[in-house]
Protein backbone atom coordinates (compact mmCIF):
# COMPACT_ATOMS: atom_id res chain seq x y z
CA UNK A 1 0.00 0.00 0.00
CA UNK A 2 1.41 3.19 -0.67
CA UNK A 3 2.27 5.72 2.06
CA UNK A 4 0.53 8.97 0.40
CA UNK A 5 1.29 11.44 3.21
CA UNK A 6 5.20 10.08 2.75
CA UNK A 7 5.21 10.39 -0.88
CA UNK A 8 3.82 14.19 -0.90
CA UNK A 9 5.99 15.05 1.83
CA UNK A 10 8.62 14.37 -0.08
CA UNK A 11 7.76 16.31 -3.35
CA UNK A 12 8.94 19.65 -4.21
CA UNK A 13 5.81 21.71 -4.64
CA UNK A 14 2.66 20.30 -5.88
CA UNK A 15 3.38 16.38 -6.58
CA UNK A 16 0.46 16.33 -9.63
CA UNK A 17 0.80 20.15 -10.55
CA UNK A 18 -2.27 22.37 -10.98
CA UNK A 19 -3.96 21.66 -14.39
CA UNK A 20 -6.95 19.44 -14.19
CA UNK A 21 -7.03 16.60 -15.97
CA UNK A 22 -9.59 15.64 -19.00
CA UNK A 23 -12.19 14.70 -17.61
CA UNK A 24 -13.26 17.88 -15.70
CA UNK A 25 -13.13 19.96 -18.91
CA UNK A 26 -14.97 17.04 -20.63
CA UNK A 27 -17.79 17.66 -17.58
CA UNK A 28 -18.24 21.01 -17.65
CA UNK A 29 -18.13 21.61 -21.19
CA UNK A 30 -21.11 19.00 -21.71
CA UNK A 31 -22.80 18.61 -18.49
CA UNK A 32 -22.77 22.41 -16.87
CA UNK A 33 -26.49 22.14 -15.61
CA UNK A 34 -26.23 18.61 -14.08
CA UNK A 35 -23.12 18.81 -11.82
CA UNK A 36 -24.62 20.29 -9.02
CA UNK A 37 -22.87 19.66 -5.66
CA UNK A 38 -19.75 17.72 -6.74
CA UNK A 39 -17.67 15.63 -4.79
CA UNK A 40 -14.39 14.89 -5.69
CA UNK A 41 -12.66 11.35 -4.11
CA UNK A 42 -9.10 10.87 -3.36
CA UNK A 43 -8.30 15.08 -4.42
CA UNK A 44 -4.39 14.95 -3.04
CA UNK A 45 -3.47 18.51 -3.57
CA UNK A 46 -7.02 19.27 -5.26
CA UNK A 47 -5.75 20.23 -8.99
CA UNK A 48 -9.37 18.96 -10.21
CA UNK A 49 -11.36 20.56 -7.07
CA UNK A 50 -9.83 23.74 -7.28
CA UNK A 51 -10.72 24.14 -11.14
CA UNK A 52 -14.31 23.36 -10.70
CA UNK A 53 -14.53 26.04 -8.04
CA UNK A 54 -12.51 28.40 -10.32
CA UNK A 55 -15.56 27.32 -12.85
CA UNK A 56 -18.18 28.57 -10.29
CA UNK A 57 -19.09 24.91 -8.84
CA UNK A 58 -19.94 23.81 -5.58
CA UNK A 59 -17.25 21.27 -4.47
CA UNK A 60 -16.64 19.09 -1.49
CA UNK A 61 -12.91 16.90 -1.84
CA UNK A 62 -12.25 14.04 0.59
CA UNK A 63 -8.73 12.79 0.48
CA UNK A 64 -7.02 10.30 3.60
CA UNK A 65 -4.20 12.26 3.29
CA UNK A 66 -3.58 15.24 5.77
CA UNK A 67 -0.69 15.99 4.08
CA UNK A 68 -2.10 16.85 0.41
CA UNK A 69 -5.32 18.46 1.87
CA UNK A 70 -3.45 20.50 4.04
CA UNK A 71 -1.04 21.62 0.87
CA UNK A 72 -4.78 21.91 -1.11
CA UNK A 73 -6.48 23.92 1.36
CA UNK A 74 -3.37 26.58 1.21
CA UNK A 75 -3.88 26.42 -2.68
CA UNK A 76 -7.19 27.43 -2.43
CA UNK A 77 -6.31 30.35 -0.49
CA UNK A 78 -3.73 31.65 -2.05
CA UNK A 79 -6.36 31.42 -5.03
CA UNK A 80 -9.20 32.92 -3.13
CA UNK A 81 -11.11 29.45 -3.64
CA UNK A 82 -13.43 27.37 -1.21
CA UNK A 83 -14.03 23.96 -1.18
CA UNK A 84 -15.00 21.60 1.60
CA UNK A 85 -12.17 19.52 2.05
CA UNK A 86 -12.78 16.94 4.34
CA UNK A 87 -9.94 14.08 5.57
CA UNK A 88 -11.28 10.62 5.13
CA UNK A 89 -11.45 7.29 3.54
CA UNK A 90 -13.31 7.20 0.21
CA UNK A 91 -14.41 3.80 0.89
CA UNK A 92 -16.36 4.64 3.64
CA UNK A 93 -19.25 7.33 3.26
CA UNK A 94 -18.65 10.30 4.55
CA UNK A 95 -20.44 11.38 7.95
CA UNK A 96 -22.59 13.54 8.15
CA UNK A 97 -23.99 11.28 5.18
CA UNK A 98 -23.98 14.79 2.19
CA UNK A 99 -26.37 15.33 -0.73
CA UNK A 100 -24.41 15.25 -3.96
CA UNK A 101 -25.16 15.53 -7.56
CA UNK A 102 -22.16 14.64 -9.11
CA UNK A 103 -19.15 12.77 -8.15
CA UNK A 104 -15.26 12.29 -9.39
CA UNK A 105 -12.60 9.79 -8.87
CA UNK A 106 -9.40 11.05 -11.06
CA UNK A 107 -6.26 9.07 -10.49
CA UNK A 108 -7.97 6.91 -6.93
CA UNK A 109 -6.15 3.46 -7.89
CA UNK A 110 -7.84 1.95 -4.53
CA UNK A 111 -8.29 -1.83 -4.06
CA UNK A 112 -10.89 -3.74 -5.56
CA UNK A 113 -12.74 -4.07 -2.21
CA UNK A 114 -12.05 -0.54 -1.62
CA UNK A 115 -13.75 0.29 -4.73
CA UNK A 116 -16.23 -1.81 -4.59
CA UNK A 117 -17.13 -0.47 -1.18
CA UNK A 118 -16.71 2.86 -2.54
CA UNK A 119 -19.12 2.46 -6.04
CA UNK A 120 -22.00 0.58 -3.18
CA UNK A 121 -22.21 3.57 -0.61
CA UNK A 122 -22.11 6.07 -3.73
CA UNK A 123 -25.06 4.47 -5.36
CA UNK A 124 -26.80 5.45 -2.36
CA UNK A 125 -26.00 8.50 -2.22
CA UNK A 126 -26.11 10.19 -5.88
CA UNK A 127 -30.24 10.89 -6.81
CA UNK A 128 -31.42 9.10 -10.36
CA UNK A 129 -29.40 11.31 -12.73
CA UNK A 130 -26.51 12.15 -10.79
CA UNK A 131 -23.13 11.90 -12.75
CA UNK A 132 -20.07 10.06 -11.84
CA UNK A 133 -16.88 10.80 -13.64
CA UNK A 134 -13.85 8.68 -13.88
CA UNK A 135 -10.44 8.88 -14.93
CA UNK A 136 -7.50 7.40 -14.08
CA UNK A 137 -4.98 4.67 -15.85
CA UNK A 138 -5.73 1.79 -17.99
CA UNK A 139 -5.22 -1.73 -18.26
CA UNK A 140 -2.26 -1.36 -20.16
CA UNK A 141 -0.69 1.05 -17.92
CA UNK A 142 2.25 -1.07 -16.64
CA UNK A 143 3.80 -1.74 -19.76
CA UNK A 144 3.85 2.05 -20.23
CA UNK A 145 5.03 2.98 -17.37
CA UNK A 146 8.25 0.51 -17.46
CA UNK A 147 8.80 1.96 -20.62
CA UNK A 148 8.37 6.04 -19.93
CA UNK A 149 8.07 5.80 -16.71
CA UNK A 150 4.78 7.48 -16.52
CA UNK A 151 3.57 6.76 -13.10
CA UNK A 152 0.62 4.82 -11.95
CA UNK A 153 0.15 1.48 -9.89
CA UNK A 154 1.59 -1.55 -11.42
CA UNK A 155 -0.83 -4.10 -9.56
CA UNK A 156 -3.28 -5.02 -12.62
CA UNK A 157 -6.34 -5.40 -10.88
CA UNK A 158 -6.15 -1.59 -9.14
CA UNK A 159 -6.02 -0.30 -12.90
CA UNK A 160 -9.55 1.34 -14.96
CA UNK A 161 -10.64 -1.53 -16.97
CA UNK A 162 -14.04 -0.10 -18.87
CA UNK A 163 -15.39 -3.92 -19.04
CA UNK A 164 -14.99 -4.55 -15.37
CA UNK A 165 -16.16 -0.89 -14.24
CA UNK A 166 -18.62 -0.82 -16.47
CA UNK A 167 -19.94 -4.29 -14.84
CA UNK A 168 -19.75 -3.22 -11.18
CA UNK A 169 -21.63 0.34 -12.13
CA UNK A 170 -24.87 -1.96 -13.65
CA UNK A 171 -27.09 0.69 -12.11
CA UNK A 172 -25.55 3.59 -14.54
CA UNK A 173 -25.30 4.07 -18.22
CA UNK A 174 -22.28 5.23 -19.79
CA UNK A 175 -22.13 8.40 -21.93
CA UNK A 176 -18.95 8.06 -22.21
CA UNK A 177 -15.92 5.82 -22.67
CA UNK A 178 -12.17 6.36 -23.93
CA UNK A 179 -9.11 4.00 -23.52
CA UNK A 180 -5.91 5.14 -25.22
CA UNK A 181 -3.05 6.58 -24.86
CA UNK A 182 -2.50 9.96 -24.18
CA UNK A 183 1.19 11.73 -23.44
CA UNK A 184 0.87 12.96 -18.98
CA UNK A 185 2.12 16.35 -18.12
CA UNK A 186 0.44 16.42 -14.21
CA UNK A 187 4.08 17.33 -13.25
CA UNK A 188 6.12 15.61 -11.44
CA UNK A 189 4.16 12.98 -10.70
CA UNK A 190 3.03 11.75 -13.90
CA UNK A 191 4.85 12.54 -16.59
CA UNK A 192 5.30 10.88 -20.54
CA UNK A 193 3.26 8.50 -22.68
CA UNK A 194 0.53 6.23 -20.59
CA UNK A 195 -2.76 4.56 -21.50
CA UNK A 196 -5.72 6.24 -19.77
CA UNK A 197 -9.38 5.60 -19.35
CA UNK A 198 -12.20 8.09 -19.02
CA UNK A 199 -16.00 7.24 -18.03
CA UNK A 200 -19.08 9.41 -17.67
CA UNK A 201 -21.64 7.35 -16.46
CA UNK A 202 -25.36 8.42 -15.00
CA UNK A 203 -26.94 7.07 -12.65
CA UNK A 204 -30.24 5.21 -13.89
CA UNK A 205 -31.59 2.88 -11.31
C1 LIG B 1 -2.56 9.54 -7.68
S1 LIG B 1 -3.19 10.56 -6.41
C2 LIG B 1 -4.37 11.53 -7.33
C3 LIG B 1 -4.75 12.80 -6.63
C4 LIG B 1 -5.75 13.67 -7.40
N1 LIG B 1 -6.99 12.99 -7.65
C5 LIG B 1 -5.16 14.12 -8.71
O1 LIG B 1 -5.64 13.68 -9.76
O2 LIG B 1 -4.20 14.90 -8.67
C6 LIG B 1 -4.25 9.43 -5.52
C7 LIG B 1 -4.88 10.08 -4.29
O3 LIG B 1 -5.84 9.18 -3.74
C8 LIG B 1 -5.78 9.25 -2.33
N2 LIG B 1 -6.36 8.00 -1.81
C9 LIG B 1 -5.96 6.74 -2.07
N3 LIG B 1 -6.79 5.86 -1.46
C10 LIG B 1 -7.71 6.60 -0.81
C11 LIG B 1 -8.83 6.28 0.00
N4 LIG B 1 -9.17 5.01 0.27
N5 LIG B 1 -9.56 7.29 0.51
C12 LIG B 1 -9.23 8.59 0.26
N6 LIG B 1 -8.19 8.96 -0.50
C13 LIG B 1 -7.44 7.97 -1.03
C14 LIG B 1 -4.30 9.46 -2.01
O4 LIG B 1 -4.10 10.04 -0.75
C15 LIG B 1 -3.89 10.37 -3.16
O5 LIG B 1 -4.02 11.72 -2.79
Known amino acids: MVNWDGKYSTADGLLYGDKPS ?8 RFPDRLGHILCLGDGEGRQSRALAERGFNVTAIDFSEVATNRARQQDQ ?3 LTVNRLIGNAAQPPEPEMVIDSCFLCFLHFSVAERQACFRWLKQALPLGGLLFLEGFGPDQPQHRAKYMSGGPEQADL ?4 TILKDELSEFTVHHQFCAEVILDDRPGHQGLAQITQMICEKVR
Open 22 to 29: GIIDLATD
Open 78 to 80: KRG
Open 159 to 162: LYDT
